[in-house]
């Protein structure tokens, strides 16, 4: 999976900021400002960012997700072909009932081999967007929890490609549209960057002092994206995570952590 998008250069990107408008938005605390909470209140907050990643934000490695569902549909579907092949041929049941099964081991390795390409493709498409997020972020002199936000949207975003909702009809097909497009950008380079650029823009509405405006994200990308697929990602990606956006991030953690330690 090749990247199609580049980050402008600083000038362009100083150029589309100065569009930006401020807003108002709770800012990230720091390990400083809570030196003067006491540990009881910090350990209750940690109690209840671990409650929530149990619960509505539980993490899902969806690449071995993804690869496991495949390996048994396909184990299954040899398996099957592979009684009928000794019911319908007394004969020859046992050569062609082993016949099956060396085929179906051949055909499983090469299915294992081809998921473990493609997840290490993935990962190196994601650390390229990854960077260009903290890039795009420093330039824009953002915080760059937003970065990290955004990678956490799109990673829960993606790993819907392999779960299921259960609710009434129209919903559960909403959400199974939502996870076919997921599945989509783990497959599609432009549908991943699409998603990936969307994120960050969720991210920097909800989390940063700055009203971005969906069009500077099509700018960004340099005529790659028109505003309106990011519009309509973005819905998309909302539906999909429930509008669960608020969830514990490492950071969080981290400066909990260090808001228990001794000042001196």
């Known amino acids: 999976m090749s990247l199609l998008i580049s980050l402008s ?6 150029y589309t900021m100065t569009n930006l408008s401020m807003i108002t938005t709770a800012k990230l605390e720091d390990a400083a400002s809570l030196y003067s909470i006491s540990i009881e209140e910090i350990a209750d907050r ?16 969806y690449l071995r997700s993804s690869a496991s569902v495949t390996t048994t549909t396909t184990t299954t579907t040899y398996s099957s072909s592979s ?6 041929n007394n004969n020859g049941a046992y050569e062609s009932s082993s016949s099956s099964s060396s085929s179906s081991l051949h055909e499983n390795e090469s299915l294992r081999n081809r998921n473990e390409r493609f997840n290490e493709e993935h990962r190196q498409s994601r650390a390229k967007m990854c960077y ?4 795009l972020a420093d330039i824009c002199k953002l915080s760059r929890h937003a970065a990290s936000r955004s990678m956490i949207y799109l990673d829960r975003f993606l790993a819907t490609a392999t779960t299921t909702t259960t609710i009434n009809n129209s919903i559960n097909n909403n959400a199974s549209n ?8 783990l497959i599609n380079p432009r549908e991943y960057q699409l998603a990936a650029m969307t994120t960050l823009y969720i991210s920097i509405k ?16 340099h005529g790659c994206y028109t505003t309106f697929e990011i ?3 973005e819905k998309i990606i ?14 969080e953690y981290v400066t909990l952590y260090l808001g228990l330690l001794d000042p001196r």
């Open 9 to 14: 250069k600083r000038s362009d990107i100083k």
């Open 46 to 61: 940690v109690m209840v960012m671990q409650h929530q990643e149990t619960t509505s934000y539980r993490p899902v490695d």
């Open 83 to 88: 009684s009928s092949s000794s019911h319908h």
């Open 132 to 135: 260009w997020c903290y890039q």
């Open 178 to 185: 939502n996870n076919e497009r997921a599945k989509q950008c």
């Open 206 to 221: 909800l989390h940063e002092p700055l009203a971005l405006d969906a069009s500077l994200m099509a700018e960004i990308s």
């Open 231 to 233: 519009l309509q990602m």
């Open 238 to 251: 909302l539906q999909s995570l429930q509008w669960n956006m608020n969830g514990p991030t490492s950071q």
